[in-house]
């Protein structure tokens, strides 16, 4: 197994990307502690996990808050000791309008959860980060960030800024922290299919009139991508698991689309 003997820390548990993440991680062999801000869905992706013959421990924590963060970083060192990896997954994904007739007082809240919040649980973290790094010369942080960064939609500022600002400290963050035997590195999902973009891909196709379908709207963006669908999070879930392992033992400081092909690098 590719992550046998190692500890993982996985941020915004929930149904879709956080469960996924947790799981594929698991299944390589990777004991997880499971951060939450509701602890509804918890429980039921620790027993997934235990399942899988891995170790679940859960704590409910906010990333926004610095003394929820310190609290995870005093219960992960008691319990776990040396950190092998830290998953950053917690997300608010935003207000949808534009620009010119923004409350920009309700945009703190995705740069509170998507760039300060996850740096506060990242900085939190970094003794037991460094203290991996120190006896097993690898330890690792993964960025799970977004497409909007590069793809740049209408009415979505209030999250792609949080994220691109993630994405540019992110690469700060591998120069810092090399020294210390930690690599940084971030996926960049798409669209992520499941519920709630079946959710919004209806809210699509009812402004556009009756004569539309949800499924209307999936194939034209599914015909967008190369490869021709939306991938969900479980497929997305393994490009975290490269980064976590020693398969990606030097590579730090990358970002890479996890998106079927719907936004590509440009060339050098």
């Not at 097993?136 to 590069?150: E, G, K, L, P, Q």
């Amino acid at each position: 197994m590719l992550l046998e003997n190692t500890t993982a820390v996985v941020t915004g548990i929930g149904p879709g990307m956080g469960r996924d993440i947790s799981l594929s991680l698991a299944r390589e062999g990777a004991d997880i502690v499971l951060v939450g801000r509701s602890d509804r869905h918890m429980p039921s992706v620790a027993a997934e996990v235990e399942a899988l013959g891995r170790r679940a421990i859960c704590i409910q924590a906010d990333v926004s808050s610095a003394d929820d963060c310190h609290r995870v970083a005093d219960q992960v060192w008691n319990d776990v000791g040396p950190l092998d990896i830290l998953v950053n997954s917690a997300f608010h994904a935003g207000r949808m309008e534009p620009f010119a007739d923004a409350d920009l007082s309700k945009w703190h809240r995705p740069m509170d959860i998507n760039y300060f919040g996850t740096l506060q649980m990242t900085q939190a973290l970094l003794p037991a980060l460094r203290a991996a790094g120190e006896q097993r010369n690898d330890a690792r942080i993964i960025m799970v960030n977004t497409m909007s960064v590069h793809h740049i939609e209408a009415n979505h500022g209030s999250y792609a800024g949080s994220k691109a600002a993630l994405g540019a400290v992110t690469k700060t963050l591998a120069l810092e922290l090399g020294r210390d035997h930690i690599r940084v590195n971030s996926v960049h999902p798409g669209y992520i299919w499941g519920e709630s973009v079946r959710i919004y891909f209806e809210m699509q196709a009812a402004e556009r009139g009756d004569d539309v379908s949800w499924q209307t709207v999936y194939d034209e963006r599914a015909a967008e991508t190369a490869l021709g669908y939306l991938p969900d999070s479980a497929e997305i879930s393994g490009a975290v698991v490269f980064f976590a392992s020693r398969l990606s033992s030097c590579i730090t400081g990358t970002s890479l689309p996890v998106n079927a092909g719907h936004w590509m690098t440009p060339s050098a």
